[in-house]
């Protein structure tokens, strides 16, 4: 399978503990977002990549929050001290130029 | 800001009856519209899109969509639904000129009765 995969497929962690989710794009896909979908809702924008730079964050996205990708291949996604409110899906898509975005199948993480 | 509606949240049908979704959008700038469905237990899957030309797009499993720019909407069509389309539908938008970012429906849970 050549699509987006992402890891975990599901986390569960303790209120203040850090996780990390790791997403691999498409290979030559050059453009990657983290989204969080909450029940109920539809996905929400965190963050945007262009090859490694980080271009634009949303302002969902506090300071516990960080996302790298470095050599713009796979990127991460770190939330520390967790908190209840950040239970969610954690979906990460890519795309190349001005193709549609592809998504991963999630990383569904549960704050206990 | 941008935004996009979605009127209705939870639709029930009976196999072979036909499918409208509503979807608006929010933005005075030139828009990219999507269509995503997420069948149970699986990942969003690019249903259709409209980026410019025939405002009526068709897509995969006999959906299409209609783009009418002055009312701002991006509905969702099938003539007979299926069982199997039994699935949530998210409306998304992205604005032309920033980084591709999608702006997502809140959207539609359609369960389609055998």
């Known amino acids: 399978d050549t699509g987006v995969s992402q890891d975990p497929r599901h986390k569960i962690t303790k209120r203040g503990q850090n996780v990390t989710f790791r997403c691999d794009p498409i290979?030559?896909?050059?453009?990657l977002y983290w989204y969080r979908q909450t029940l109920g809702q539809g996905p929400e924008f965190l963050t945007y990549?262009?090859?490694?730079?980080?271009?634009?964050k949303s302002r969902l996205l506090s300071d516990r929050f960080s996302a790298e990708r470095p050599k713009g291949s796979f990127s991460t996604l770190e939330i520390q001290r967790t908190e209840q409110g950040d239970s969610a899906m954690y979906l990460c898509?890519?795309?190349?130029?001005?193709?549609?975005?592809?998504f991963g199948p999630g990383t569904r993480l549960t704050v206990l | 800001a941008q935004s996009v509606s979605q009127h209705n949240h939870h639709v029930i049908l009976s196999e072979a009856a036909s499918l409208e979704l509503g979807c608006n959008y929010s933005?005075?700038?030139?828009?990219?519209l999507f269509w995503y469905v997420q069948y149970p237990g699986q990942h969003l899957q690019l249903l259709l899109k409209y980026f410019s030309g025939d405002p009526l797009v068709k897509g995969i499993k006999g959906f299409e969509a209609e783009f009418i720019k002055s009312k701002f909407s991006f509905n969702l069509r099938k003539p007979s639904v299926q069982w199997s389309d039994t699935a949530e539908y998210f409306c998304?938008?992205?604005?032309?000129?920033?980084?591709?970012?999608?702006?997502f429906g809140q959207g539609t849970t359609l369960q389609v009765k055998p």
């Open positions: 290979s030559e896909h050059n453009r």
């Open positions: 998304a938008v992205n604005a032309q000129s920033n980084t591709g970012k999608l702006i």
């Open positions: 898509a890519s795309r190349h130029s001005r193709d549609t975005q592809y």
């Open positions: 990549f262009q090859n490694e730079a980080q271009l634009e």
């Open positions: 933005y005075g700038g030139t828009v990219n």
